[in-house]
């Protein structure tokens, strides 16, 4: 299977599962919502993937860093409490990471 067919699916997946998350974890305008996780996945997802495909990088330390990440760029996106932020970010990427992997083991 084509190696961009699957970074973009889990992307679409990592996206999607974060999105309803943050939706439920926070009560704004779900288009502001969508648009922050979106952005922020543009940026954390691909570089990410990148990362451990490409580089072998420890899996570990890569959620932890894009959960480092993720956190400072939802605290001004979202205009959430750093911890409320980091919070958020852990909940997702533990969320995105497990559902994303079942997924991608059963269906790819």
Do not use: C, H, W
């Amino acid at each position: 299977m084509n190696i961009t067919f699957l970074f973009i699916i889990a992307f679409l997946l990592t996206v999607l599962i974060e999105f309803i998350v943050a939706a439920i974890y926070i009560k704004k305008d779900l288009l502001i919502i969508f648009l922050a996780i979106f952005l922020i996945n543009l940026i954390t997802n691909p570089i990410m993937n990148y990362l451990y495909i490409y580089e072998s990088v420890n899996l570990v330390v890569l959620e932890t860093a894009v959960i480092a990440v993720e956190s400072i760029l939802i605290t001004p996106l979202l205009r959430l409490p750093y911890l409320r932020a980091l919070m958020l970010s852990i909940i997702m990427n533990l969320l995105s990471f497990g559902l994303g992997s079942l997924i991608m083991q059963n269906f790819f």
